[in-house]
Every structure is written in C-alpha cells, then in structure tokens.
C-alpha cells in the first residue's frame, strides 16, 4: 500500500465503524468503510475517487428507490402520496432509517444508511419522503460531514 500522505509513514487497510453526518432533516451513517490508516492514526481513501463514486451511487442509484410523494404548488408545496395521489400530513410522522449496500467492488462489507423524516399518507397510510429531490440535495453535504468527521483525507 501506499505511504501516508501526512507522515509519509507505512499504511495497512483499516475497516472503520460506524460513522455519521447530518444535514438539515437528512443523517448519513457509514458503515464499516475501508481506507488506509498508518499507525500515527491518519487515514486516507483507498481511490481518490471514492467518495465521488460513492455519492453518485447513493443519489442516482439508492435514493431513487425510496418511496417518495409528489410536490405541488410554486410557492407554497403540497406533497401527494406517490401511491394514491391524496395530499401527505404537513408534519412527520416520525423518522425511518433506508439501508443501502452500494457494492463497490474495493468496499466489500460497505453499508450506508439514510435516516429521514417519514410522513404518513391520509388516504392509504402509506409512509414516504415528503420529496426524493429535498433529500438528493441534502445528501452530498450530510455525506462530506460524515467522512471529514472521520478525519479521513483525500486519496
């Protein structure tokens, strides 16, 4: 592997632990991400592009399969359930956290979870984002949070 990039130290695979960051309403957890670590406790990512790779698969991928109402309405937006059309509570019911296993090919245990407020549909009951684009725009952001709170740099 690689020297560390800081102390210029040898460096061994690490599996880190759960690690989060938030934005807004949105919680990002990561966990068991594998990076670089030398033995002074630097870490650093296996591939420049990782984190880039990883958040494209969250957005386009993952966050495209949660269950999410439509928006209506130029100023004031009304969400619809996605199910049946009627109009979703103004208020959370509560939050629910979506697992996701992105796969990539050098993160072999990778898991990212995304806990966000839910909302229940008057009509069927369903459970659903207000909207899959609030919460495409909250994922880069809560995504950065978790991995620079982790002090893991750039590959």
Do not use: M, W
């Not at 632990?17 to 991400?33: F, R, S």
């Not at 979870?113 to 919460?135: A, F, I, M, R």
């Not at 495409?136 to 750039?154: F, V």
Request: some cysteine; hydrophobic content about 35%; glycine content about 8%.
């Amino acid at each position: 592997y690689r020297s560390c990039r800081i102390c210029h130290t040898a460096t061994a695979l690490s599996v880190l632990g759960a690690i989060e960051g938030e934005e807004k309403a949105l919680k990002v957890t990561v966990h068991a991400l594998t990076v670089l670590a030398c033995a002074n406790g630097h870490r650093q990512f296996l591939r420049a592009d990782l984190p880039l790779e990883l958040l494209d698969h969250l957005v386009e991928k993952d966050e495209a399969t949660l269950p999410a109402g439509a928006a209506t309405g130029l100023l004031f937006k009304h969400f619809q359930c996605e199910a049946c059309g009627k109009e979703l509570q103004p208020k959370p019911d509560h939050r629910h956290t979506f697992s996701f296993e992105p796969g990539l090919s050098d993160q072999p245990g990778l898991k990212v979870d995304l806990t966000v407020p839910v909302y229940k549909c008057s009509g069927c009951g369903k459970e659903q984002l207000h909207s899959l684009k609030e919460v495409r725009k909250l994922t880069p952001a809560a995504l950065a949070h978790a991995l620079q709170g982790a002090g893991i740099q750039s590959g």
